[in-house]
């Protein structure tokens, strides 16, 4: 029997990919290679951002707001500040200005101090902005209360030496600023703080300043210095760029006051704007 015979053409050839099978597997390569190259950027994105993170130096700290603190517990904090404060303001003789008393609100009577309830904010109607019944009231309990007394004060804690000029009187709101603003950075639950001015040498009210957390909520995020610069602050050398700061924030927290019974036995407190130096 004749074997068989296979044809030539019938062999196994290799497989050699016609054009449009050479074009995919091209496509193919060209995507492949596309999506290494961008891993790679990626990675070397991730690793430069890396370096230059850990590289970078830390943030600076935020600003201290003061060089000096209180330090204790609330009623020892109140009475640091009172009496730190008052001994860097200077009168025209150089010598300490004022003392400070500091207590919570109350009125002394035969018995004991009484603790005032309230205090009722008359509105200031000059302008036409406000109603004569837009008074905004504060909780007693939460206000902090400084007295100041003449440095040299012979009977009722007037200043005794000196003449009473507005340099002076603005020298004195300038404490009550500090007094207050070291309170409310400090003293945490203390919402508000009321500063009696020194009495007349006749023994009549100078007025109060009254001063709330909110209406200095930017002081005291940003450092004292930058608000009140003088370290030692003298009648008389105040610059005129401090003067507007004390102005802008007193001139319309600057009251008249007058304590009042209530029906219920307790006193209240009745602050009327504007309070002029006498």
Do not use: H
């Not at 074009?23 to 995507?31: G, V």
């Not at 007037?158 to 009473?164: D, F, K, R």
């Not at 924030?249 to 219920?264: F, G, I, K, M, N």
């Amino acid at each position: 029997m004749a074997e068989d015979v296979v044809p030539a053409a019938a062999e196994e050839l290799p497989l050699v990919p016609d054009r449009r099978e050479r074009a995919r597997r091209t496509s193919y390569r060209f995507r492949f290679g596309l999506v290494y190259v961008l891993l790679a950027a990626f990675l070397d994105a991730g690793v430069g951002s890396f370096v230059v993170l850990a590289s970078r130096p830390e943030p600076a700290p935020d600003p201290v707001w003061s060089s000096w603190q209180p330090n204790g517990s609330r009623i020892a904090k109140v009475r640091q500040i009172a009496d730190r404060i008052p001994k860097a303001y200077k009168g025209g003789n150089g010598k300490q200005l004022t003392v400070s008393l500091v207590s919570a609100l109350a009125v002394p009577t035969g018995t004991g101090d009484l603790p005032v309830r309230a205090v009722f904010v008359r509105p200031d109607t000059s302008k036409g902005l406000a109603e004569e019944d837009d008074i905004a009231r504060y909780d007693g309990a939460n206000v902090v209360s400084f007295g100041l007394c003449g440095a040299d004060s012979k009977e009722q804690c007037e200043i005794a030496n000196g003449a009473a000029t507005p340099e002076r009187f603005t020298l004195l709101r300038r404490q009550a600023i500090e007094l207050s603003l070291y309170t409310l950075k400090y003293v945490d639950d203390v919402d508000s703080v009321i500063v009696f001015m020194p009495p007349t040498p006749k023994g009549e009210s100078n007025g109060t300043v009254f001063l709330r957390r909110s209406d200095v909520a930017d002081e005291l995020r940003r450092p004292l210095s930058s608000l009140l610069p003088t370290a030692s602050p003298r009648l008389g050398e105040l610059s005129s760029l401090e003067e507007g700061q004390i102005s802008r924030l007193t001139q319309s927290r600057t009251y008249a006051e007058q304590v009042q019974p209530s029906p219920d036995g307790s006193f209240i407190l009745v602050l009327t704007p504007p309070s002029q130096p006498a």
